[in-house]
């Protein structure tokens, strides 16, 4: 075997490794829960139909993980982040999910998640320089 450097991961090797950890994956835990789903709720210009932002987020192990949410700076302050949000836990109870959970910079939102219930679980600090990455989760009843 050999270790290559790719400094743009090529589709080929991307694919191996993740159809090699969810086979592996799969296999550990196909009893209890199933394959992870993506999802996404797209937030669309009413004139043009054109994706302008929204939430992707990742179903698996009785979790959602809100993987990336952007709202556009002209819509912030207008509700619809929260909008988002509460869809997203609707979507997550609708597929048997306990809770959900999702990561931020300080520079981003933390407070903002936490109006909406979710608590700090993990914190890297200076990362990046200057700034922190915070972890959150909020159990859904």
Known sequence: MEIVFEPEPQAETRAAILEGLISFNSRQTASQFGPPRNIALALRDPDTRA???????????????????????????????????????????????????????????????????????????????????FFLHKPLS
């Open 51 to 133: 994706s302008i932002g929204g939430l992707t987020a990742r179903i698996g192990y009785s979790r959602m993980f809100v993987e990336l949410l952007f709202v556009p700076e002209h819509l912030r302050g207008t509700g619809i982040g929260r909008q988002l949000m509460e869809r997203a836990e609707d979507v997550a109870r609708e597929h048997g999910c306990t809770g959900i959970w999702l990561d931020t910079f300080t520079f981003q939102a933390p407070g903002f998640y936490q109006k909406l219930g979710y608590s700090v679980f993990g914190e890297i600090q200076d990362y990046p320089p200057g700034f922190s990455r």
